[in-house]
């Protein structure tokens, strides 16, 4: 299940699906309307009522905020963080970005606008999509869904990766959510971290990366235990034997770091 972040909608995850569904996988992507946390919970969560069996449930931005508070759904065997805010208990995109370390990017959001957010259209391809085509990058500039303040100020009340297995994919380029925060959130999970040159869009730029990750959560915490999504073949979810391997790509799939 493809969860995607402030100011975007789910079809930016199209080539991700395409790469997960030739592979034989059932995907889902949410169109959580982003207007406040509590409503994209609750819209991720119904489409896990509706799955016939375990899901992995993918989280890109903000998405990642959604995963972690909805993650605790009794579906859910895994969470994969895609260039993502992966928020403890408390913490919010806000709490999150509120302190920058000197010298890192800071996102271009614009002052709130009747209590919806928009990224600056003039900064919007070097910051978030700076390897994404040019008329892509414009197109997806031009297309904002309104980011409901709400959303950004939602605090997470129990973060599921402390009781279900995560991966990460820091994407190296990304000036939205500096790569140090994205390492820093995704030891704290105890995440299994694959990282990535790639911009904040990576999951638009390389989405046969992005896939091959998603794909490595789905066969489990060990890698022994096979799932796909919607099957109902059930496997373990608790945080037995999580650990934290780093891999590094330059091509279209992960490589192992020894």
């Not at 199209?14 to 790469?19: A, K, L, P, W």
């Not at 899901?55 to 993502?84: D, F, K």
């Not at 605090?155 to 000036?175: G, I, N």
Request: glycine letters at 10%; aromatic letters at 6%.
């Amino acid at each position: 299940m493809l969860v995607h972040g402030g100011v975007v909608d789910g079809s930016g995850w199209q080539g991700v699906y395409d790469h997960l569904s030739a592979d034989g996988y059932q995907v889902a992507v949410v169109q959580n309307p982003t207007l406040s946390l509590a409503g994209d919970v609750a819209a991720t969560r119904q489409i896990l009522d509706s799955l016939d069996g375990p899901a992995v449930l993918v989280g890109h931005s903000y998405g990642g905020v959604v995963i972690t508070e909805a993650g605790s759904h009794p579906g859910v065997a895994a969470l994969v963080y895609i260039a993502a805010f992966a928020p403890d208990k408390g913490e919010s995109v806000s709490s999150l970005i509120a302190d920058p370390p000197p010298g890192a990017p800071v996102p271009p959001i614009l002052p709130p606008q009747d209590g919806f957010l928009y990224l600056d259209r003039a900064r919007f391809a070097a910051s978030f999509a700076a390897d994404v085509p040019e008329k892509v990058a414009a197109f997806m500039a031009d297309s904002q869904v309104p980011w409901g303040v709400e959303a950004l100020e939602g605090a997470v009340s129990e973060p599921a990766w402390q009781t279900k297995p995560s991966w990460y994919l820091v994407a190296t380029d990304d000036r939205m959510i500096p790569p140090p925060a994205q390492r820093a959130m995704s030891e704290r999970a105890k995440a299994t971290v694959t990282e990535t040159p790639g911009s904040h869009a990576v999951y638009v730029s390389r989405p046969a990366v992005v896939a091959a990750v998603i794909a490595q959560a789905a066969t489990g915490p060990t890698g022994l235990v096979p799932f796909r999504y919607g099957r109902r073949k059930r496997c373990p979810t608790t945080a037995a034997g999580r650990g934290r391997s780093v891999r590094r790509t330059a091509g279209p799939g992960p490589r192992r770091q020894h």
